[in-house]
Nanobody, 125 residues
Framework: VQLQASGGGLVQAGGSLRLSCQASGLTFSTYAVAWFRQAPGQEREFVAAIHRSRGSTKYADAVKGRFTISGDNAKKILSLQMISLTPEDTAVYYC???????????????????WGQGTLVTVSS
């Protein structure tokens, strides 16, 4: 399984970005896939997750209403649309996938087996 994240960059506060994660080597629709982020000097934190076969999504409170996670099963691409970005969203964003993630642990990093390399999002004030 390989995950390749892209789409990060520098954006002004209030702007938007769309992150993508190209997956290979897995049956996308049967996995839970998620985005986490890690700001400098901070712990990795959950952003959003989706499990297509269960029809479930989950968002961190800090991003609800601003970020939207989606997946394209045919292309095996996980996306994260981010709007109304603030400097507090500055972080390296990682995509993750797992096929043993139960619903109650969708926000737990340790529940995911596969990780992408991360893409840096910088939001200037």
């Amino acid at each position: 399984v390989q995950l390749q994240a892209s789409g990060g960059g520098l954006v002004q506060a209030g702007g938007s970005l769309r992150l993508s994660c190209q997956a290979s080597g897995l049956t996308f629709s049967t996995y839970a896939v998620a985005w986490f982020r890690q700001a400098p000097g901070q712990e990795r934190e959950f952003v959003a997750a989706i499990h297509r076969s269960r029809g479930s999504t989950k968002y961190a409170d800090a991003v609800k209403g601003r970020f939207t996670i989606s997946g394209d099963n045919a292309k095996k691409i996980l996306s994260l649309q981010m709007i109304s970005l603030t400097p507090e969203d500055t972080a390296v964003y990682y995509c993750a996938a797992g096929n043993r993630v139960i619903s109650s642990r969708m926000s737990v990093a340790a529940a995911y087996d596969y990780w992408g390399q991360g893409t840096l999002v910088t939001v200037s004030s």
